[in-house]
């Protein structure tokens, strides 16, 4: 398989791109900043923002994998993450459709229920959290995921493609996770915004590749966190504490937001759990 990792250069990108190339895909590198000594596959400099894609880049290839953005809380203003964000997600998109690609799989996240980035509170609109819930972004990060989403869908109505939206939490390697987890261990409300999900880099890119090769027709968005919350807490209980109007319907033991459709869809479970 061919495949084009946009924000290649980035923390998650960079792991997607390794874990393309270790299965023997072929892996085409797009970001805004040059490539890292580790990628060796071929290298596309752009900023997807501003810059057209030549429509030879898409010769060949199999499925664009979406990565490329400023993150929440990226050190740059509300109006210009929003702008960069959207823009670079309408750009890729419409060029990899009007090249024939037919597979796209995009980064989405689980701040577009509201309650991670927002400057006050923000309840969760039901718990667990699933790809149909209400949507409630409260600034510029969320908003703009809501507006990836909508992109995707429209590309879909448009030309007819397959795309997967992962919704992820934050992201990282497992020292950090554990890192987090001792903070939740003497403090809950450090994850209460998140419902205290997390994903690996080295689990979110084993979905990224299970989304670019899935036979799916359509628009489809899919949540992806770990099974197992951080600090193994139990979010039913806790989400109550914090969340006491939000109808919550969780047991003991499962996590605030949804996985079935990455089980389903992707035959997919996130494998790394951090126990404490």
């Excluded at 791109?17 to 490539?35: K, N």
């Amino acid at each position: 398989m061919k495949v084009i990792v946009a924000g290649a250069a980035g923390g998650i990108g960079r792991v997607v791109s390794r874990a393309f190339a270790e299965a023997g895909d072929t892996v085409i590198g797009i970001d805004r900043v040059a490539r890292p000594p580790d990628f060796k596959g071929k290298w596309v400099l752009r900023n997807l923002a501003q810059d057209t894609i030549e429509r030879d880049v898409f010769d060949g290839v199999d499925a664009v994998v979406h990565l490329a953005a400023v993150p929440g809380r990226g050190g740059v203003s509300d109006r210009e993450l929003f702008i960069n964000n959207s823009a670079t997600t309408y750009s890729l998109l419409e060029a990899a459709c009007e090249a024939g690609v037919n597979r796209m799989v995009v980064a989405s996240s689980i701040s577009i229920y509201g309650t991670v980035w927002a400057d006050r509170e923000i309840a969760p609109a039901e718990i667990p959290l699933r790809e149909t819930s209400e949507i409630r972004p409260a600034e510029a990060y969320a908003l703009a995921k809501e507006v990836d989403e909508a992109i995707a869908r429209m590309m879909c109505r448009r030309f007819d493609v397959s795309v997967v939206l992962l919704r992820l939490p934050r992201v990282t390697g497992v020292d950090h996770i554990v890192e987090r987890s001792e903070l939740v261990a003497a403090n809950p409300s450090e994850g209460h915004k998140e419902l205290w999900a997390y994903l690996t880099t080295d689990d979110a890119a084993e979905a990224f590749r299970r989304a670019a090769m899935a036979e799916l027709v359509g628009c489809h968005v899919i949540t992806v966190t770990s099974p197992q919350p951080l600090n193994v807490i139990n979010v039913a209980e806790a989400a109550r504490e914090f969340y006491p109007d939000t109808p919550n319907t969780l047991k003991p033991g499962e996590p605030g937001f949804s996985i079935e459709a990455a089980r389903i869809l992707l035959d997919f479970t996130a494998k790394t759990v951090i126990d404490s």
